[in-house]
């Protein structure tokens, strides 16, 4: 899309109309940050078009000329996050109703139904109407549909909705019954009319309509996106579009909007400060690694805090430095932009204590103005970074259509299944070998890995048994962990043995599950044949396990099942089956995977070792790979042990790094 790094934010002049003199200034402090892009128009609506029908759109024709004049970009938004009050007083039918029935009144974000003919019809017209007006604008690059796409309706129209798409789901009532396993407690339905969403009030209990509840809130968001898109392009707006999405959210599937959009974006404001950053940075890193798999390309951070947001339990200002530190992991990991929320503070409302670029002093002799503007300053000689890619050869499973199910399922842990957390075990071991790491779904394909992870995989789909088969016996190395197999799309537990499909790939055969309390643990122990002598703590949940050909790596030190296999490891086709009984501690991972990774021929980034504190990663060119290294630690970091070499495009050495400090080296790309 360009050769530069994105970098500006979310601006929002109409909340500054009545002070023509602040928003020319505000023009001219952007243009001192180096801020090369901003965004407009999210949540304008009621500015846009302030009765049905009469549009007014001189006031963004004015500020978009001015930006464009001094050499900024615009990513424009649809209004459609939220509407204005005459649209929800004419036609209530827009406000979202909740499961237990009751419409919603007007206000807030993110309150209009998905479904209803009118709300799409309106913002349609406006979506058209404003691709009309600045769809060939040179100033627009973008187009950013709504904001934060999110939440469920409950109104006839959407029960309706569902009834129709259950129906191109089975071929008839009986197979849904089938699916749904409804004659226990006696819920089997004679027709696709009596199905209602699930609801507290009614029925809650019945996991394959679950699970179909969230498909469908997915489709049919993905579908009001994928109109809003349509109606763009008709209005002549033939920019690529993205959706801005956000940090773990299980509401949606986000494979299916990924679909729909050219380029994804995601909104990031992690909890600076509140543990060890290098734990942030990697649950961050993680996050952004999950967005640049949806598309397996570059993505777009589209809102950062450059000082504390206001919504955290605690709003925490930034060290100094640490804008920077994060504002560049976002590229480490494959970003072409570095955004923020927002350029300039509100006045009132629930957003007026948010950090901003301009705080209501208003001047720039502020310390995050004088950082925005750095940070400004060094994207500005980084734009060859922008378009490369980022090579994985290892891959963590972390799929939501598993975590529906795996959260909404009774037993054998209601009090927490920690998946996140055991996504992130697996994570963190490989990043601490200094490797880039893709963070895929199930309806990815494995080709190309050399080592994935499943943490806790309990739902598989779409024949996810045959892929995994498949890729271990050509060569790859698989790890699956407990409670893996269990059940299928429906949430209908597999009959004939566990993980399903895969007990001759894995030589075993998982025949009990233990729940554990809080308070308790048990230790796996090894007896030093592919791991060190010694055991691990393990917490949560161990499988009680059957070899069926497998070697045992670790077993049980504790409880009845002691001295009984907890992790084991099988020889199948070309590769290496790995299967980890119990949630182990992290170590378990760090030193499992550094021999596994290494067996499987994973390459790491770096000659030597990374040290503690310090994160790494790579993107790679046509011509060249830049590798990232930075410092999560608020003192220098001696970083002579990763042994890198290359010419520094960014930052001072390549012995010891400064406080929340990065180097970025450019260097040959590997041949691999
Ligand atoms: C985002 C949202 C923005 C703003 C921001 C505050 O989730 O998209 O509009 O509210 O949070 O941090």
């Not at 959407?158 to 009532?173: G, H, M, N, P, T």
């Not at 498909?215 to 993905?222: E, G, H, L, N």
């Not at 993680?286 to 339990?313: I, V, Y």
């Amino acid at each position: 899309m360009q050769q530069k790094i994105l970098y500006g934010g979310d601006y929002y002049p109409e909340q500054w109309l009545k002070y023509p003199d602040i928003l020319a200034q505000d023009v001219e402090y952007m243009k001192e940050a180096g801020i090369n892009t901003v965004t407009l128009g999210v949540f304008a609506w009621s500015m846009l078009e302030p009765e049905e029908g009469r549009y007014e759109f001189g006031w963004l024709r004015g500020i978009m000329d001015r930006l464009y004049e001094s050499g900024i970009s615009v990513i424009l938004a649809t209004p459609s996050g939220a509407r204005p009050k005459w649209l929800s007083d004419r036609y209530p039918e827009v406000l979202r109703v909740r499961e237990d029935g009751r419409r919603n009144l007007f206000g807030g974000r993110h309150n209009h139904c998905y479904t209803s003919p009118v709300y799409r019809e309106k913002v349609r017209a406006i979506d058209m109407a404003l691709a009309r007006e600045f769809g060939s604008h040179p100033a627009v690059i973008l187009w950013h549909i709504s904001n934060e796409l999110g939440g469920e309706c409950h109104c006839p129209l959407c029960q309706q909705a569902f009834r129709d798409w259950l129906k191109k789901q089975y071929r008839d009532i009986e197979e849904l019954n089938d699916c749904w396993c409804t004659t226990f407690w006696s819920h089997r339905y004679q027709s696709f009319e009596q199905i209602e969403a699930p609801s507290s009030l009614g029925e809650k209990a019945v996991h394959g309509l679950n699970l179909d509840w969230k498909r469908f809130v997915t489709a049919q968001t993905a579908d009001f996106a994928s109109e809003e898109i349509r109606a763009v392009r008709e209005g002549g707006g033939s920019q690529p579009a993205t959706m801005n999405l956000m940090y773990d959210y299980s509401g949606l599937d986000y494979d299916e909007l990924a679909k729909q959009m050219d380029t994804v974006s995601w909104d990031s404001y992690p909890l600076w400060h509140k543990q060890e950053d290098i734990r942030t940075a990697m649950d961050n890193g993680m996050q952004h690694d999950f967005m640049r798999s949806l598309k397996k390309k570059p993505f777009l951070l589209m809102e950062s805090c450059p000082s504390a947001t206001n919504w955290q339990g605690v709003s925490k200002l930034k060290k100094p430095g640490m804008l920077a530190a994060a504002s560049l992991q976002a590229l480490a990991h494959g970003s072409d932009s570095v955004l923020y929320f927002q350029i300039r503070q509100s006045r009132g409302s629930s957003e007026k204590l948010h950090g901003a670029v301009i705080d209501h002093y208003g001047g720039r002799d502020t310390r995050v103005f004088q950082e925005v503007k750095s940070l400004g300053g060094s994207l500005k000689k980084l734009g060859e970074i922008a378009g490369s890619r980022t090579k994985a050869e290892a891959a963590v499973i972390y799929d939501v259509q598993n975590r529906w199910a795996l959260e909404d399922s009774q037993g054998p842990r209601n009090k927490g299944m920690h998946l996140h957390e055991a996504a992130m075990k697996s994570y963190q071991a490989l990043k601490k070998l200094g490797m880039n790491v893709d963070v895929i779904s199930q309806s990815q394909p494995l080709e190309g890995y050399r080592f994935v992870a499943a943490p806790i995989l309990y739902l598989f789909r779409d024949g996810m048994e045959e892929k995994i088969r498949r890729f271990v016996e050509a060569g790859g190395c698989f790890v699956l962990t407990y409670w893996s197999g269990i059940s299928d799309r429906w949430d209908r537990c597999f009959l004939g043995g566990t993980p399903y499909g895969l007990t001759d790939v894995f030589g075993i055969r998982r025949t009990e599950t233990d729940a554990l309390y809080d308070q308790e643990e048990n230790r796996m122990v090894s007896d030093g044949q592919l791991l060190p002598k010694g055991e691990y703590v393990c917490r949560n949940l161990c499988d009680l396990l059957e070899l069926k050909g497998a070697e045992p790596i670790l077993r049980y030190g504790d409880d009845f099942y002691a001295g009984s296999p907890a992790a084991t490891v099988h020889a199948f086709g070309a590769g290496k089956a790995v299967y980890v009984g119990a949630d182990g501690e992290q170590r378990l991972y760090d030193e499992l995977y550094a021999r596994l990774a290494a067996e499987a021929g994973v390459e790491t980034l770096t000659a030597g070792a990374v040290p503690e504190g310090i994160e790494v990663c790579s993107r790679c060119s046509e011509k060249a790979e830049y590798v990232f290294v930075q410092n999560y630690r608020n003192e220098p970091a001696d970083i002579r042990s990763l042994d890198l070499k290359g010419e520094i495009l960014y930052g001072g050495s390549q012995n010891e790094l400064g406080p929340y400090e990065t180097l970025i080296v450019r260097r040959q790309k590997s041949t691999r």
